[in-house]
């Protein structure tokens, strides 16, 4: 089992939950829920879930709630999810190289890079 404290993930992750207010908005279009996992060395991690169904919006760890089914599952390594969160990865040349794997719906990774950047503006990792 991977330590929490070795993962950059959760960080953004939470600054992007006390983004969500501000993205309102820009994130009830999206209208989805999509679940990150985040692996270590191959090795899944942790898993996220970003539900942008309901209002307000939520991003918590674990699976969606209430059985909910994602509409789409974005899988990438925690330094890929960093990379990408700071604006040094396109996230379609991730995608197209194997370093991000998705299931379900793909143009929902191209809105959320935005929400991304933003959390990871605040974040200063």
Known sequence: QVAMTELLAPVLFDT???ELPEHQDQLKKINAIVVYEILKDGKLA???TMDFKKSPNEVYEGEPKNGAKPNCTVTMEDETFVALSAGELD?????MSGKVKAKGNIMLMQKLSNV?????A???L
Do not use: I, S, T
Request: zero cysteines; a positive charge; proline letters at 5%.
């Open 91 to 95: 996230p379609v040349k991730a995608f």
């Open 122 to 124: 605040k974040a200063k």
């Open 116 to 120: 991304l950047k933003n959390a990871n």
């Open 46 to 48: 942790g898993k996220w």
């Open 16 to 18: 992007m939950r006390e």
